[in-house]
């Protein structure tokens, strides 16, 4: 058997809220490891908004637009975590099931304190049920098995401290997704695997980052371009291939690590917004990207003050 897995990231941009990365692992057959998995499940997943009965798994961007339902999203992630007996039945559930060290994070800043909510949010618990159990006994008939889903969630006090160790925060990402990959990576079973990361920025040479991920191993190049970067890892008699490619999340599960690096990042958010709220009633939310998030801290100011807050917690460095 192959594991196959896929990284990707929602919040590298805004100033506001968190970086949330995740990874996700898929065990098939050798024999169709290079294929399309959506090919493979296509009689229960669909890359389409339109759903039909069947589980979208796409880009996050194509199934969620600001200021939208989180539907979509929380089927296919909820869906998933159901399918590797993780399913979170609440707000706080989900970060101890997707990444145990942010729940520190969590509880150390304002807007978290007794914050929780039932989950789903926006699918009736009923149908969830329904399409999680039509998604294990697709992948059964496929003989396909999802493993494992992770994620390493950075607050703005995390990320500032990354980036002050890198002074660059596009390694910062590259780094903390290596790192995430090889933790996903250390929890299978012997075995091939195959890691698809999208494209970081203008970055077309990963080898370096490799080598500092796995220090005692050997990094073999087997292709640089502006269109794929290819390379070849052992860790532990484990064969490992990485490319890195523009558009990455066409790959089925790179796809599901963007939307559930998503849907932590709208769950994230919400609290973080309703807290401002109460302590200023007309404030206009936020999505935390660069465009709003300079007159949301504006708006803000005076509260931040008056409850001394930090601004190292709120507002991201880079």
């Not at 399309?36 to 229960?44: E, G, I, T």
Request: hydrophobic content about 45%.
């Amino acid at each position: 058997m192959t594991f196959v897995l896929g990284t990707d990231e929602a919040g590298y941009g805004p100033n506001l809220g968190p970086l949330c990365i995740a990874a996700c692992a898929w065990e098939m057959p050798e024999a169709s490891a290079t294929g399309n998995l959506y090919d493979r499940l296509a009689a229960v997943v669909t890359a389409e908004c339109s759903a039909d009965g069947k589980l979208a798994i796409a880009d996050s961007k194509r199934l969620y637009k600001p200021g939208g339902t989180i539907a979509l999203l929380e089927r296919g992630v909820l869906a998933a975590l159901a399918a590797i007996d993780r399913l979170p039945r609440r707000w706080r559930d989900i970060w101890g099931a997707l990444d145990g060290e942010a729940l520190a994070q969590i509880d150390a800043l304002a807007w978290h304190d007794a914050y929780d909510e039932p989950l789903p949010r926006d699918v009736l618990p009923e149908e969830l049920a329904a399409l999680a159990e039509s998604f294990c006994n697709g992948c059964q008939s496929a003989d396909v098995r999802i493993v494992e889903l992770q994620a390493t969630v950075l607050f703005p006090a995390a990320f500032n401290q990354a980036v002050k160790g890198c002074d660059n925060k596009a390694e910062v990402l590259s780094l903390t997704t290596l790192r995430l990959a090889r933790r996903v990576l250390e929890s299978l079973p012997p075995g091939r695997a195959i890691v698809l990361c999208d494209k970081h920025g203008g970055r077309s040479h990963y080898a370096a980052l490799l080598q500092h991920i796995f220090p005692d191993e050997l990094v073999v190049v087997r292709h640089e371009s502006a269109d794929l970067g290819d390379y070849e890892v052992r860790l532990a008699e484990r064969h490992i291939e990485f490319r890195f490619q523009p558009k990455g999340e066409r790959h089925l599960p790179t796809a599901l690590a963007s939307m559930t690096a998503k849907y932590l990042r709208e769950l994230a958010m919400r609290p973080f917004n309703n807290f401002w709220q109460r302590h200023i009633p007309e404030l206009k939310p936020t999505a935390g990207y660069p465009t709003d998030a300079g007159r949301f801290y504006d708006d803000i100011a005076a509260a931040r003050r008056r409850l001394k807050i930090a601004e190292h917690v709120l507002w991201r460095s880079r």
